[in-house]
């Protein structure tokens, strides 16, 4: 139903729009080190240079490749070369850090592309080099590709429930054919992509960057390689973070099979009723499931169409919706979606079941999907067939009767089989004693507490639970309170106290003064666009703020805003130019905090590192203008 996604798309990650309220920014996103900051000690043997991948736009970022074997046990034979990406410690150096988002099948070094620097920065980490990779099997290391685009084109958005023969004869078609282009192109060979060989992959990065031990950052799935890494070499373990933990392997089989289904069902009925509740959800109504279930019947009926030619059925709206109830801060984003669709609109919905699946817009896909189905195969997680399906599915319909429609019988087979021999996976138990931080979130849909409590149990005498009480998956750079517990692990080697919990941040209250702000002729109305923000990274916990747009230009704003706001006791602090395409004007106000106003071009729109905003902004002739507010 749903991989344990650390996906992070992105999601926690400080917002570069909010960042950039310090008045003294550079002109780029990347702060340069202090001057008395020491260039780290590198002893490693692996050649660190700068990066020409395109996914890397932070130039502080360094990448390498490394041969490890194919095969551990034959570390003579044949290799392959894994993919690192680090940000390099700026201080005295201690260590490294290595980073996981989860998966299985995600890619670390886009991870890291994107967080790396952020991590560092805002959880201390200046003395450690963190370093992401893509694991065995994942796009730039060996990616797994046994179907085309093309074909997984033609598969991806099956209509699971076919009403015409032509439905039928599309699912017939494409059953077994991605075990059959996987064993013809890798062979025997699939039962190498395993967590265990992962694992062993790990402490080659660390045996080749000098170190004796190694520090690791995993979520979801990379909380269960984490783990094995731990089981597999205690010694060589320093700290160790696993956020929103992943721990399956002692699940019943109708465990297997409600665990997810269940959380993600809780997860919809907490998104539905805020949704109800709140005028601003597109989906808004009096009852939004009811809604909702007949949309999914419109679109088996009658599927929306796009603008590039393909249309979303009610499959693609069950991928979205998951998508999106990873994060309270997409819940906005589904509502909107789900209502252009029921107006015939399908792009919304599309893009993001695009999304969990990780196509692009050409058509490109990553190997996510490919490379998940033979982890898991290769590390013995995927679910046993039951012996009494009809009881699972029994099961399924009690707790998730939304996300079990249409399962049958017939849905329960063990795929793995026809790709490899069956395999026991790894069973975790850590004997070292570095310090072990395991958090587990009440409200995840991806991954239950109860997994955090049994990895906890697991992984020895120093590992210590922490639960969050809101809502998502994955709560590093999301909480403060997770983040700031999470850096004293791997930075300063301390371990909360038993029992601690921590709740969601508040969001930033709207101040006084905001009621007062003059709109300048030429600035439009306030825009109500949760893709916008979501763009942007901006979240209700970070800023309060507000997104207008403008046919003036930056200048021209920020001089109309200037004449009112220091008559009424505002004082700049500064006008920097934090990215390119971003002009800002910063503000101490009345009461001590912070005003800005950021202008954005229209020739940053096609920015990937802004969200591609030319795809959201209502007008895309004009400026986006955001005015956010930060208490000082």
Not at 114 to 137: C, Y
Not at 432 to 444: F, I, K, Q, R
Not at 557 to 585: I, K, N
Request: glycine share 8%; with cysteine.
């Amino acid at each position: 139903m749903a991989a344990c996604s650390g996906d992070g798309d992105g999601d926690g990650a400080t917002s570069t729009v909010v960042a950039a309220t310090d008045p003294a920014a550079d002109e780029t996103t990347t702060t340069p080190a202090d001057d008395d900051t020491v260039d780290p000690v590198d002893l490693s043997t692996i050649e660190w240079v700068p990066c020409t991948d395109d996914a890397v736009t932070d130039d502080a970022l360094e990448c390498a490749t490394l041969a490890v074997p194919l095969d551990h046990a034959a570390p003579d034979g044949e290799s392959i070369d894994l993919a690192l990406i680090r940000a390099p410690a700026t201080d005295d150096r201690v260590g490294a850090v290595l980073l996981n988002p989860g998966g299985p099948g995600a890619s670390g070094f886009d991870f890291a592309a994107n967080a790396a620097s952020t991590l560092q920065s805002e959880m201390g980490l200046e003395a450690f080099d963190l370093v992401g990779f893509d694991p065995r099997g994942v796009d730039r290391s060996n990616g797994l590709r046994c179907l085309t685009d093309a074909e997984i084109d033609a598969t991806v958005y099956l209509d699971s429930s076919p009403d015409t023969p032509e439905e039928q004869a599309a699912l017939d078609a494409a059953d077994g054919q991605f075990e059959e282009a996987c064993l013809a192109k890798y062979g025997d060979t699939l039962r190498l992509y395993s967590t265990e060989n992962t694992a062993r992959d790990m402490d080659e990065i660390r045996a080749a960057m000098g170190d004796e031990t190694i520090s690791y950052l995993g979520i979801s799935y990379g909380t269960y390689l984490g783990a094995a890494y731990a089981t597999l070499f205690p010694e060589r373990v320093r700290a160790l973070v696993l956020d929103a933990a992943y721990e399956p392997t002692g699940d019943s089989i109708v465990d297997q099979y409600t665990t997810q289904a269940k959380g993600f069902e809780d997860a919809f009925d907490s998104w539905a009723e805020w949704c109800q509740a709140s005028p601003d959800c597109g989906f808004n109504s009096a009852d939004v499931g009811s809604d909702f279930d007949a949309l999914r019947q419109q679109l088996d009926d009658s599927p929306a169409p796009t603008a590039d030619g393909r249309s979303a059925n009610e499959q693609v709206m069950g991928v979205a919706t998951i998508q999106t109830l990873y994060s309270e801060s997409l819940w906005p984003v589904l509502g909107n979606a789900l209502r252009d669709a029921r107006d015939g609109r399908g792009d919304e919905l599309l893009s993001l079941a695009d999304q969990y699946m990780e196509r692009e817009a050409d058509g490109s896909y990553s190997t996510s999907s490919q490379s998940q189905s033979i982890i898991d195969c290769a590390s013995g997680l995927d679910p046993a067939v039951p012996d009494d399906a009809e009881a699972v599915i029994a099961s399924l319909q009690e707790v998730a009767p939304r996300f079990s429609e249409g399962v049958t019988v017939d849905d329960f087979e063990d795929s793995c089989a026809l790709l490899m021999p069956s395999v026991e996976p790894l069973a975790l138990a850590y004997s070292g004693d570095a310090p072990v931080v395991v958090v587990g979130g009440l409200n995840d849909p991806a991954a239950p507490v109860r997994w955090a409590e049994e990895m906890t149990a697991v992984m020895g005498s120093t590992a210590r639970l922490v639960t969050y009480t809101g809502e998502g998956h994955g709560f590093v750079l999301t909480s403060t309170c997770v983040t700031d517990i999470e850096a004293a692990v791997l930075r300063d080697l301390e371990l909360p106290a038993e029992g601690t919990s921590c709740d969601p941040d508040p969001d930033i209250p709207r101040p006084a003064w905001w009621d007062d702000l003059p709109v300048p002729a030429g600035v439009d109305d306030v825009i109500t666009s949760p893709e916008v923000t979501l763009a942007l990274g901006i979240t209700s916990t970070l800023a309060y703020s507000e997104i207008r747009q403008s046919a003036l230009d930056p200048d021209a704003v920020f001089d109309a805003y200037g004449a009112v706001l220091e008559a009424e006791g505002f004082t700049e602090l500064g006008r920097p130019s934090p990215f390119e395409g971003g002009q800002q004007v910063v503000y101490s106000a009345p009461d001590g905090q912070l005003f800005s106003i950021l202008a954005i071009t229209t020739d940053a729109y096609d920015d990937p590192e802004l969200g591609n905003l030319g795809d959201v902004v209502p007008d895309p002739s004009k400026l986006l203008l955001v005015l956010l507010n930060l208490p000082a």
